[in-house]
């Protein structure tokens, strides 16, 4: 396993981020993180990313705990942190300023197939943005990718684009994980799909299981959380 959680519970003041939560993620999967909001995927994320540490129960991510590991994960979060002066010639800079791993020729790549305008972030539009936050990601040489909503807030064409180039980039050694409510678009993607609710594991399934059963991602996300 690349990556795991044992009964892990994660508590927050007013309510229960995760409850007695035990899954494993081998390699190889792009698996879906699917809920409605606070049922706990970002937790989920950000406790695998080393982010968060659990209240009880261990969470494990190649071998020991996931703070140790880092290097070798990349967390993506939904939120925006890109400086207004950062054009994608200063973030290709920062990258290689700080992680061994980027990939320049793969960076400037992405950015060609994302279609990153070359100006700063702040004459870029929230799918501008979008993309070259995600060319900075995937550039890296990484076996646990943690998406968190790369597609919220984004137009179409911009989630397309994302989609396109997180199949492209994939490998078969890699394990995605990939949070969104754009369930319909990205259930193409999936090789395995959780559903979260209230902070429990409402379902792990594989896709291909429910495709042979005649249902869809979409219509499971449907029964089992509506």
């Given at each position: 396993m690349l990556a795991?959680?044992?009964r892990v519970t994660k508590r927050y003041p007013r309510a229960d981020g995760l409850r007695d939560f035990t899954v494993g993620f081998p390699a190889g999967e792009v698996v879906g993180v699917l809920g409605l909001n606070g049922s706990g995927k970002s937790t989920l994320l950000k406790l695998l990313a080393g982010l968060l540490f659990p209240t009880s129960g261990t969470v494990t991510a190649f071998g020991g705990p996931p703070r140790l590991n880092r290097a070798k994960l990349i967390y993506l979060g939904e939120n925006d942190s890109l400086w207004t002066w950062m054009s994608p010639k200063d973030a290709e800079a920062f990258m290689r300023g700080l992680y061994d791993d980027f990939d320049v020729a793969?960076?400037?790549?992405?950015?060609?197939s994302l279609s990153v305008p070359q100006r700063k972030t702040k004459a870029m539009s929230k799918g501008e943005r979008g993309r070259l936050r995600l060319a900075m990601a995937l550039a890296r040489d990484a076996k646990l990718y943690l998406l968190d909503e790369p597609l919220a807030g984004i137009d179409l064409l911009s989630r397309e684009k994302i989609l396109q180039s997180i199949v492209r980039e994939?490998?078969?050694d890699e394990t995605i994980l990939l949070s969104t409510h754009e369930v319909a678009e990205a259930e193409g993607l999936f090789d395995r799909v959780l559903y979260l609710r209230d902070g429990r594991l409402a379902l792990d399934v594989g896709a291909e299981d429910l495709r042979n059963q005649g249902r869809?991602?979409?219509q499971a996300f449907r029964e089992v959380l509506g």
């Open positions: 795991s959680l044992d793969r960076y400037r790549g992405l950015l060609d994939w490998h078969k869809s991602v979409v």
